[in-house]
């Protein structure tokens, strides 16, 4: 057992409530089959784009939308979705509309520089907001 299932599953008293278990169990196979159902989607997807000789935008926005969507099954289904993966879905649309208007910059260094900026401004800046009272 994890340590964040015993917290999550004990009672008021400290003893394991064995319903919240089984709930926490539940959810823990559903997305267990969410993530294979998804990589099962991403498999036959890059299969047949690649079988069809469909062009990298038509691939990528397909990767997109299984990502995203996994995601969107996930949330409907009460089982915790995680943000990296709809980032990453993002990205693989943002990607796909970047090959689409064939666009002269290439998208590496945009992508870079907007981490960057992204990252100056969460952990960086915001140190007034995390500061030490003492």
Do not use: N
């Amino acid at each position: 057992m994890t340590r964040d299932m015993m917290s999550w599953c004990c009672g008021p008293d400290g003893r394991p409530d064995f319903g919240k278990m089984t709930d926490y169990m539940v959810r823990h196979d559903r997305a267990s089959k969410y993530d294979a159902a998804g990589w099962a989607l991403f498999f036959i997807w890059v299969g047949i784009a690649w079988l069809a000789d469909l062009s990298l935008a038509v691939g990528l926005l397909g990767v997109a939308v299984i990502t995203l969507g996994m995601q969107f099954f996930r949330k409907i289904s009460g089982v915790p979705v995680e943000g990296f993966w709809i980032l990453v879905g993002f990205g693989f649309a943002l990607a796909a509309s970047w090959q689409w208007l064939d666009l002269e910059v290439p998208l590496a260094p945009v992508v870079l520089i907007a981490v960057g900026v992204a990252l100056i401004f969460w952990r960086v800046l915001p140190r007034s907001r995390h500061s030490d009272k003492t």
